[in-house]
């Protein structure tokens, strides 16, 4: 318990710290762009091989990506339930943010150091599941809301899938565990230096970017969404939790990880679709917020 404080504490204060910089004219949102690309194709991939380096394939993996699959069903399901009558830019808005995850620039470096090696491969695993989904089947259902064409594309599915640098680093080393193949000792330890950065620049950039404009109107939708994403997601929890048979590191790592914020893409997504990138921001802002607090809660409850 102490450790995850400390750990919320520190990474907290990191936010802080990019958010009160960029007020004091310090850091501008224009600066994130290079800590956003040096996350992306430099420390993310880095804190991936890391993380996976001595990485055993079990069955019980496979249950990591079904869950993954699963869970951005239920939420989409039940968010575009939900929102049935509502406008298309609010189905929108559901559609990319409810069912998301910010697994790699958020998720990982704040449970860096909290979970299991086995735990830490649940997590990417997910991810790879959540990466598919919003870009093949959330694009798909974009597409037929706004009524627009451009919907599912395959070619642009596996582009997106094998052009992330973060992916790629998931599927190489998976690839390597089932062979058994080991990488050298220092292309690891350089990897560990630049994984060692990686939680750094990620709460950094998450500060610079965060921003927050709230009146009543927009207070009450956001509530509304949150009480939906978090008591579906619980209800999700509960089932991995008492219903899955997985190890107990796993159980708690997919638990956590179900807290976690929006994924950073999703307002882009959402504004490329047609919707309201803007509201879709705020969302993701408060999103952070939220996630930090589930979070350590729940890791302390599964632990």
């Given amino acids: 318990m102490q450790n995850v404080l400390i750990q919320t504490v520190v990474y907290v204060t990191l936010l802080g710290l990019g958010f009160g910089f960029k007020k004091a ?18 420390t993310m991939p ?76 649940a997590l990417c695993l997910f991810d790879i599941a959540v990466a598919i989904y919003l870009y093949g089947i959330s694009y798909t259902l974009a ?5 627009q064409d451009g919907g599912f594309s395959l070619g642009r599915l596996v582009k997106k899938i094998f052009t992330s640098p973060i992916t790629d ?10 062979v058994q193949i080991r ?9 560990e230096v630049m994984s060692n950065a990686n939680p750094f620049l990620a709460m950094l950039s998450i500060g610079i970017l965060f921003e927050l404009r709230l009146d009543r109107q927009s207070l009450a939708e956001y509530l509304r969404f949150f009480a939906l994403r978090y008591g579906t997601a619980l209800v999700v929890a509960l089932g991995v939790y008492f219903l899955v048979p997985l ?29 309201d990138g803007a509201q879709a921001a705020q969302v993701n802002s408060l999103s952070i917020l939220t996630g930090i607090v589930m979070m350590v809660v729940m890791y302390t409850v599964t632990g």
Avoid at 87 to 115: D, E, H, K, M, Q
Avoid at 184 to 191: E, I, Q
Wanted: charged share 10%; glycine share 8%.
């Fill in 25 to 42: 004219g310090i850091f501008r949102v224009e600066d994130s762009a290079f800590l956003k690309s040096a996350i992306l194709y430099l």
């Fill in 46 to 121: 880095a804190t991936a091989v890391n993380g996976m380096k001595a990485l055993e394939l079990q069955p019980s993996f496979l249950w990591c990506l079904l869950i993954g699959f699963v869970t951005c069903t239920v939420l989409t399901v039940v968010g575009l339930f939900t929102a049935r009558h509502s406008s298309p830019s609010r189905r929108l808005l559901y559609l990319f943010s409810l069912n998301s995850f910010n697994v790699g620039n958020f998720a990982i470096p704040f449970l860096t150091g909290l979970l299991s090696d086995n735990g830490f491969a």
């Fill in 143 to 147: 597409g037929t809301i706004t009524g």
């Fill in 169 to 178: 680093a998931y599927l190489i080393m998976l690839v390597l565990a089932a």
């Fill in 183 to 191: 990488l050298p000792a220092p292309l690891l330890r350089l990897t």
């Fill in 247 to 275: 190890p107990a590191d796993i159980r708690q790592a997919i638990c956590v990880l179900l807290m976690a914020p929006v994924a950073s893409i999703a307002p882009l997504l959402t504004k490329n679709a047609g919707g």
